[in-house]
């Protein structure tokens, strides 16, 4: 049974900084991996998709990293901006068959301060 | 283009009661996923169909049913409601090119008194 942790629960960190989000899965047979932003209430907005075949995505001040054989993932926000605070969630999509079923992380509540 | 829609965006019932949630997919897209998200925690899968077929469920009672149209818009119905069942009921849909990135609506919030 695939498992998702995401790494930390919360960060608050003061605006301007570059950090990193982790996301780790035990199953290392996924097809993607997916990063969404979640804001308080709302539904998911995708952010980067990796392929299994791919390293890293890359979107704006954005960066995405994936080692399957590790099974680790990182999202890395550069130059981070009040509006970036949002919960970010990673999930995985296994590989074989027609099983499009996202297994999700609990998130990291992420929160910049102006 | 339109993104994913889902009505009604909440809705408050009490226990016992049945619901019936819609959505809508991206033009184009053919396949339509559920997942059902409480308070502090990720997403868990519900179902997925493909061209009007399911093909996957997840862990949920025979409460939760599904459905979906000719025009690929989806119900997610649920039945004897408990009170475990309020959470934000998200919408997912998924082109067929490969890539196979989901897109969510925006979820119905459901209140179980």
């Known amino acids: 049974k695939q498992e998702v942790t995401q790494i930390p629960a919360a960060l608050s960190v003061p605006e301007g900084e570059n950090l990193v989000l982790n996301c780790s899965f035990t199953d290392s047979a996924i097809y993607n991996l997916q990063w969404f932003r979640q804001d308080p209430g709302k539904g998911l907005t995708s952010l980067l998709l990796i392929q299994s075949s791919q390293r890293e995505q890359t979107s704006g001040r954005l960066n995405a990293s994936l080692d399957k054989s590790s099974g680790r993932s990182t999202l890395y926000i550069a130059a981070s901006q009040p509006g970036d605070s949002a919960t970010y969630l990673c999930a995985v999509r296994p590989s074989g068959g027609s099983n499009y079923k996202l297994t999700f992380g609990k998130g990291t509540l992420l929160t910049v301060n102006p | 283009d339109a993104g994913v829609t889902q009505s009604p965006t909440h809705l408050i019932k009490t226990r016992g009661q049945h619901v019936t949630l819609r959505c809508s997919p991206i033009?184009?897209?053919?396949?339509v996923s559920w997942y059902q998200q409480v308070l502090g925690q990720g997403p868990q899968f519900i179902f997925q169909?493909?061209?009007?077929?399911?093909?996957g469920r997840g862990n949920f009672p025979d409460r939760f049913s599904a459905r979906q149209f000719p025009n690929y818009s989806s119900e997610l119905n649920v039945n004897a409601l408990l009170l475990g069942d309020s959470a934000l009921y998200l919408c997912?849909?998924?082109?067929?090119?490969?890539?196979?990135?989901?897109?969510f609506g925006p979820g119905t919030r459901l209140t179980v008194l």
């Open positions: 033009s184009g897209h053919k396949s």
């Open positions: 997912a849909s998924r082109a067929w090119d490969g890539r196979d990135e989901q897109f």
């Open positions: 169909y493909y061209e009007k077929e399911e093909r």
